[in-house]
């Protein structure tokens, strides 16, 4: 079962509802194809929850299958990370590999993508099969009789909460939506409804039916459904209904399998497949490996490129962190963020330097401790790996610096265990990714207090994130022989803000930046700038000093009340042709 929620097995990847073609006399277009189950067949609770399960199974947005065995471009451009579209479009990352691999993900580093983009297409095909899925099922209960009623309202729950989420990416991402709900079966539909009022109905419906508990981790349970609603209501900047959800979810909220939310001790458990679906992880994308399924789309298969060319993986050098956000990391001698300083000056790198000549990484300058638990760099422990090999791990440092990723990267010890064994790429692995996490919940609950008006309040949710931080689980140095020590393997040096806030203007910075540090490469930068209506004002700045390092960047730009949406696919636009016009519209600008 692709997507196993913890039920891997039970079923095959999707559940495929045969058509029947009744205006055909032929015997082939009235039999149902062999490996497929007819509507009538999926009618009980069995089959019910096995469309539920195909439904879930595209969360991780690999599977809508148009051209192969692993849909459009591997899942790349569709993963449920967003590294493409979230991170490289945004501060966080470049590309990586090289800009003749595959050239035409470079646009979206530059901000620069056509209509014809072949990786634009992607995320909508995936996203739009997913709600297809979550409508089937909601079909099916209304067409069962007999049913408890208890497992028609969860199930109906389950299912609006997985359409809800799959639209509301939809919205974030392409903005110019159709809806499609379990009534429409002509999908040429317009694109002209605004979606916030129909993803804010399936998420209030989930979350008031949903339970609080689940047999299954992997399932969404009401807290989730109200995590995604605050999160929604805060894409409208509507605070003071965020606000009454996210108080709720902090004092309250447990995890499917019944534990108290609340920050995991150490900040890479949230990292660390031996520790995933704690009390941290509001909402997880269940992936696992090596399960019988027979290939690796159970892992986190997206990523599959996105690994140093030594070491895990072995392929392929993509979705490199910028110098940009290292530097960022960088602290005052107070242990506080530099917010308008970071980038004055690069922290010491190894670019340009042969993996055969020496180098030491800095050991003075004070650094967030995240910084290691996200960034492999050169000479610093990588996981259980030794030390991140600097340019040999990395392909040309030119194209995409001398960093690696490494918040979803399995450990040495893990390797054909928890790491595939099969396909072609060696990368993906069992490491769930999670979308929400409860210090997401702590930063958008301090976003509302400080738009609000409670500077105090959001200070405090603040620096429960930082304290965590700062508690000791850092990255160690290691010996001549490439073991860990008792000492840390930087100066890491982080406080919590004990003055309190002079202003809502100084408030919000301090939340922003603290939110891009504790979410780095999670894939919610982009659309988190986007959201603040800042990201032409950030990105521009970004672009103008990137240039210098990355000549590929020279050009590159955001533009205001075009850039922050992905065109509608020009593909989806003529397959939405009706007596030959459109009926969707292109967004503005393309």
């Not at 909402?283 to 599959?304: C, I, K, R, T």
């Not at 001698?333 to 000549?357: H, Q, T, V, W, Y």
Request: proline share 5%; net charge negative.
């Amino acid at each position: 079962m692709k997507h196993s929620i913890n039920i891997i097995g039970r079923v095959g990847k999707g559940i495929i509802i045969a058509v029947l073609f009744t205006a055909c006399s032929e015997n082939f277009f009235s039999t149902p194809p062999l490996g497929t189950a007819s509507q009538v067949q999926m009618q009980n609770p069995e089959g019910i929850d096995k469309l539920l399960i195909g439904a879930y199974s595209l969360l991780d947005g690999v599977g809508a299958s148009t051209d192969g065995w692993t849909g459009r471009n591997e899942g790349r451009a569709s993963a449920v990370t967003n590294w493409l579209i979230g991170d490289v479009a945004s501060d966080d990352a470049y590309k990586g590999s090289t800009q003749s691999d595959l050239p035409e993900m470079n646009a979206f580093e530059r901000n620069s993508i056509l209509p014809t983009n072949n990786f634009v297409p992607d995320k909508w095909i995936a996203l739009y099969d997913g709600i297809s899925r979550s409508n089937e099922v909601l079909r099916t209960i209304a067409n069962t009789e007999g049913l408890d009623p208890d497992f028609v309202s969860s199930k109906t729950a389950e299912a609006r909460f997985l359409r809800g989420y799959y639209l509301f990416e939809l919205r974030k991402i392409y903005y110019r939506v159709p809806i499609i709900d379990e009534t429409v079966f002509d999908t040429r539909v317009p694109n002209d409804q605004e979606a916030w009022p129909f993803i804010e109905a399936d998420l209030q419906f989930a979350a008031d039916n949903l339970p609080v508990t689940q047999a299954e981790v992997g399932r969404a349970n009401a807290w989730a459904a109200k995590a995604f609603l605050a999160k929604c209501y805060l894409f409208q900047q509507k605070f003071v209904e965020a606000k009454t959800l996210l108080d709720d979810i902090i004092a309250n909220g447990v995890t499917s399998g019944g534990l108290k939310y609340g920050l995991n001790d150490c900040y890479y458990d949230n990292f660390n497949i031996a520790t995933k679906n704690s009390k941290e992880s509001v909402f997880a994308v269940q992936m696992s490996v090596n399960d019988g399924s027979g290939g690796p789309l159970n892992a986190n298969y997206g990523e599959h490129l996105n690994f140093p060319l030594v070491g895990p993986g072995q392929c392929c050098g993509f979705f490199q962190p910028s110098q940009n956000l290292v530097n960022a990391f960088k602290t005052s001698a107070d242990g506080f963020p530099l917010f308008d300083s970071f980038n004055d000056s690069d922290l010491k790198n190894d670019e340009g330097i042969r993996s055969s000549e020496p180098f030491e990484p800095d050991g003075e300058t004070p650094l967030d401790p995240r910084l290691d638990h996200t960034v492999g760099r050169r000479g610093i422990a990588y996981l259980d790996w030794g030390p991140h090999g600097g340019e040999t791990w990395v392909n040309p440092a030119g194209d995409g610096g001398p960093y690696s990723p490494k918040k979803r990267v399995y450990r040495k010890e893990e390797q054909g265990t928890q790491s595939t064994t099969t396909g072609w790429a060696g990368g993906p692995n069992a490491n769930n990714y999670t979308v929400i996490r409860f210090a997401d919940v702590l930063l958008w609950a301090a976003e509302c207090e400080a738009e609000l008006g409670d500077l105090e309040k959001a200070r405090a949710y603040v620096n429960q994130v930082r304290n965590r931080a700062k508690n000791g689980c850092y990255v160690k140095k290691l010996d001549d022989n490439g073991a860990d020590t008792d000492a840390p393997a930087a100066n890491y040096h982080i406080e919590p803000y004990t003055a309190s806030w002079p202003s809502k203007d100084y408030a919000m910075q301090a939340i922003r930046f603290e939110r891009r540090l504790e979410l780095a490469m999670e894939g919610h930068r982009f659309y988190d700038l986007v959201r603040w209506e800042v990201a032409d004002q950030v990105l521009n700045s970004y672009f103008l000093t990137e240039k210098e390092k990355r000549t590929y960047l020279n050009g590159a730009s955001f533009t205001r009340g075009k850039s922050e949406y992905l065109p509608v696919p020009q593909t989806e636009i003529i397959n939405s042709s009706i007596g030959g016009i459109p009926t969707l519209t292109q967004n503005p600008g393309y």
